[in-house]
């Protein structure tokens, strides 16, 4: 299908409940693991997709020639993290974090689909609301949301420092 499919819709098709489908695609994930074929099944928040391994990558660059291989400027990696962290985030929230407008970085992220509207913030205007897709899942390896790293408190007081230093720079100057 190209695309991840909910457990539940398969557990419906398959007509097994949830659980029971859940053990049968790991059974089978373990299969495709221990007779190393080209391809694996990936989970990705409650859905499940089959897709080539990342060995094989070098051979679909030979047959695709022009694979979609973006790279992501630091800007754009920072709007990335500040989403995936925050969401779901506003624009505004993202500009009074970043300092900057984030416009451009935000389109492109949502151009390369890592990042989607979410939603609509109940507020004045009806902000749109940013949240990460199925493919920054994908793209980064994680399995869900919670599975992104954590800060440890040393660190945050840390980069709380940093920001302050920084913000204090531009004020005198």
């Known amino acids: 299908m190209g695309?991840?499919?909910?457990?539940?819709?398969?557990?419906?098709?398959?007509?097994h409940d949830e659980e029971t489908t859940?053990?049968?695609?790991?059974?089978?994930?373990d299969r495709y693991a221990s007779e190393d074929r080209g391809v694996r099944i990936i989970e990705l928040d409650q859905a499940f997709q089959m897709c080539t391994k990342k060995?094989?990558?070098?051979?679909?660059?030979?047959?695709?020639?022009?694979?979609k291989k973006y790279v992501l400027t630091d800007v754009q990696l920072e709007t990335?993290?500040?989403?995936?962290?925050?969401?779901?985030?506003t624009k505004l929230e993202i500009e009074k974090i970043r300092g900057v407008k984030s416009d451009h970085a935000v389109n492109k992220l949502i151009e390369y689909d890592?990042?989607?509207?979410?939603?609509?913030?109940?507020?004045?205007?009806?902000?749109?609301?940013?949240?990460?897709?199925?493919?920054?899942l994908r793209r980064f390896s994680i399995h869900s949301i919670e599975d992104l790293p954590s800060l440890n408190p040393?660190?945050?007081?840390?980069?709380?420092?940093?920001?302050?230093?920084?913000?204090?720079?531009?004020?005198?100057?």
């Open 80 to 89: 990335l993290s500040i989403i995936a962290y925050k969401q779901p985030v």
């Open 22 to 29: 859940r053990k049968i695609i790991h059974h089978m994930m």
């Open 114 to 136: 890592l990042v989607c509207e979410c939603g609509r913030l109940d507020a004045p205007g009806k902000p749109i609301l940013l949240g990460t897709t199925e493919e920054f």
């Open 55 to 67: 060995e094989m990558y070098e051979y679909l660059i030979r047959i695709a020639k022009q694979p």
């Open 154 to 173: 040393e660190q945050m007081e840390n980069f709380k420092e940093e920001a302050e230093e920084e913000a204090q720079m531009k004020l005198d100057i």
């Open 3 to 15: 695309d991840s499919v909910e457990l539940d819709k398969i557990a419906a098709v398959i007509g």
